[in-house]
Every structure is written in structure tokens, then in C-alpha cells.
């Protein structure tokens, strides 16, 4: 079974992609684990330290082909409104990961979060999509990685 040392965020010209892997916001907060591609290649992924990864970011095997990954689409909340900026506020108060688009917000599917958006009058409607909320403001990549 091949291993992933590391992950890159670009494709080098150099080097083939043998699969691709679709993975979940959650399942992209990875240091080491073993995985299996959508087509069945099972790998290892042993990283020096936990990273957050992105849509079209790839594990580097050690024979030093490429698994390209793809996010997978999820059960979000798409948040709507004329008051997206205090609901935003509330949101990131509690520290919760978040896609800010320019007429609407995606948050992951939580029935008390859902109930706290209506009270803040907020449009909400269940999507199934892709997830790809904002980084952390302290370099980590998620937002709730800096130290309270």
C-alpha cells in the first residue's frame, strides 16, 4: 500500500494523477488515516501535522503520483436575508465553519444553529452541496483552531 507523506495544492507537470479522492469538510481535516480512492486505491495518508485541505489539493504518494481532492457535496443550511452581516456576526461568535457567498451564506446542517438563524430572521433552506467555508483567521485553516 503506497503511503502520502505530503500534500500539495498545485499540479506539478511532472507528475501523474492516478485517482481522485471526494471527501467530506470534515474528512478534509486529516493527519493520518487510510483512505480509499473513488475508484478503490487504498492509501495511507501520514502527515507531519494535521492540515485542512481543499478541493483540487492532492496527496503526493511516495512513488509520486497524485490523488486529486474533490469535495464531496453535504447536507448545508443556505442562509438568506437582508441581515446576512449580524448573522454572520452570530455565526462566527460561536465559531462555526461557514461559506460567505454575496447573497447568501452556507453553514453545515444543525437543527439548534438552524433554530437560532430563524430568530435572527433569517431565509432558510436545506441544499445538498459542496462545502467550502472560509479559512481561519490564525493560519490553520479552520476556524476554530486558534487557542481561546
Same mark, same amino acid.
Given at each position: 500500500?503506497?503511503? !502520502? ?7 506539478? !507537470?511532472?507528475?501523474?494523477? #492516478? ?12 493527519? +493520518? ?34 490523488? *486529486? /481532492? ?5 447536507? #448545508?443550511? $443556505?442562509?438568506?436575508?437582508?441581515? #446576512? ?10 465559531h462555526l465553519?461557514? *461559506?460567505?457567498?454575496?447573497? +447568501?451564506?452556507?453553514? *453545515?446542517?444543525? !437543527? ?6 430563524l430568530k435572527?430572521?433569517?431565509? /432558510?433552506?436545506? /441544499?445538498? $452541496?459542496?462545502?467550502?467555508?472560509e479559512g481561519? !483567521? ?11
Amino acid at each position: 500500500m503506497q503511503t !502520502a507523506f505530503k500534500i500539495t495544492d498545485h499540479k506539478d !507537470a511532472s507528475k501523474n494523477i #492516478l485517482d481522485e479522492i471526494t471527501l467530506s469538510y470534515e474528512e478534509r481535516f486529516i493527519r +493520518r488515516k487510510k483512505l480509499t480512492t473513488d475508484n478503490g486505491t487504498e492509501f495511507l495518508v501520514n502527515l507531519e501535522e494535521t492540515v485542512s485541505m481543499d478541493e483540487d489539493h492532492y496527496f503526493e504518494l511516495e512513488n509520486g503520483n497524485l490523488i *486529486q /481532492v474533490v469535495s464531496k457535496e453535504e447536507n #448545508l443550511i $443556505e442562509i438568506t436575508g437582508n441581515n #446576512l452581516k449580524h448573522i454572520i456576526w452570530h455565526i462566527g461568535n460561536r465559531h462555526l465553519p461557514c *461559506q460567505i457567498e454575496k447573497k +447568501r451564506i452556507l453553514i *453545515q446542517d444543525d !437543527a439548534v444553529i438552524l433554530d437560532m438563524i430563524l430568530k435572527l430572521h433569517g431565509n /432558510v433552506k436545506k /441544499v445538498f $452541496e459542496k462545502f467550502k467555508p472560509e479559512g481561519g !483567521a490564525y493560519g490553520m485553516g479552520r476556524t476554530h483552531s486558534h487557542k481561546h
